[in-house]
């Protein structure tokens, strides 16, 4: 377990995530690298690679650190675009942090937990991803692919309510800071 902090979303205060994880999306010459999920939450689902984020390490390094395990490469000018609050009525309550990166070394290889893929930016297959991506990937990954610094705009910080799955609500912080930083060092609780 880690140490997170309580936040107030619009249909619990204070609430109280269980898990903090991260998601990549690594955009090159009009292009997202996307992943099969073959293991674990989302297992099925198409997303970006990520997960959950560990006792001793902050947002970024858990970003850099599962897109190397999952689908192997080492990204660059990593920014990020969301903190995501998954407001579960009846399961898991996850926060969330989306990330894009315009460079990595390395070619995207299949493991154990994801089969990698590039898709055009504009083809994105949101009929097999999660209800609430096609609100918001598309804002994360708007102008990355011409912009030489994702992080020019503030991050997108929303609240998700579901429902075994199943998207009910989302509401947009207006102005919105993020609760934590990127670079918070995350502590077993």
Known sequence: MLEIPTIDTRWVAPWQPEFVGTLVFVVQRGSVLL??????H???KINGPGGKVDPGESLRQCALREVQE??????ADVACGAELRFVEKNGPQWLGYAFTATGYQGSPRETR?????WTALDQ????????????????????????????STAPLVMDLLFEQGRLLDHHEIKDGQMTLSVDWQFKAA
């Not at 992943?35 to 674990?40: D, F, P």
């Not at 937990?113 to 893929?117: I, L, Q, S, Y």
């Not at 994105?124 to 992080?151: C, E, H, K, Y």
């Open 113 to 117: 937990e994801a089969r990698p893929f």
């Open 70 to 75: 999952e689908v192997g490469l080492k990204v």
């Open 42 to 44: 989302g297992q099925g």
């Open 124 to 151: 994105i297959p949101f009929d097999q991803m999660w209800p609430d991506d096609r609100i918001w990937l598309p804002r994360v990954l708007q102008g990355v692919s011409q912009a030489p610094t994702p992080n």
């Open 35 to 40: 992943i099969h999920k073959k293991t674990g």
